[in-house]
C-alpha cells in the first residue's frame, strides 16, 4: 500500500501542474482575443475594392493583424497619428532604416524620431507600397501605430463597434 501511494503522489503532481499550464494557456489565449479581437483580419473583394471590417477591443481600440513588408505585425488604428509609428526595435526587425532625424508631438511630449519609409504594408486584402513612417525610439512594444499617411488612403466607417475600411 505504502508503494501505491508514493507512486501516485508524482502523477498528482504532474496532473494539477499540467491543468495549471492549460488554464494559463486558455487564459492567455482569452486575454489576446480581448486586446486583439481582429487577429484574423477579414476582408473581401467586391467590383475591384477592396473591405475589411475590424473589431473594437475592450479598451474601445482598433487592433488588428497585418503585415509589414512580409513580416506579421500588430497595428493599433491611431487617426491622431500623422504617420505610421514604429517602435525603434521593431524596426530594426523589420530591417527599416533610418532617415531624416525630426521631432514629433506625442500625448507624452516631444520625442526624436526618425523618418523612414515602409515598402508594402499589408492590412487583410489591403497591400500599400511606400508609405511613409517614422521610427520611434522612445516606443515600447511591438505595436504599429497605423496613423493617416497609411489611413488616408481608405475611406472609414465606423458603426456601432465596427469599423469599415474600404480600398
Known sequence: MARTTSFGKPFMFIAW?????????????QLQQQFNPNSQVQSHVDNGQVTVVLEQNRMGHYVAQGDVNGQPVTFLLDTGATLVAVPENLAKKLGLRKGRQGMSQTANGRVITYRTEIDRLGLGEIQLTNVAASITPGMDGDVILLGMSALKEFELTQKGDTLTLRY
Open 17 to 29: 501542474g499540467l491543468a495549471i499550464v492549460m488554464l494559463v494557456w486558455f487564459f492567455e489565449d
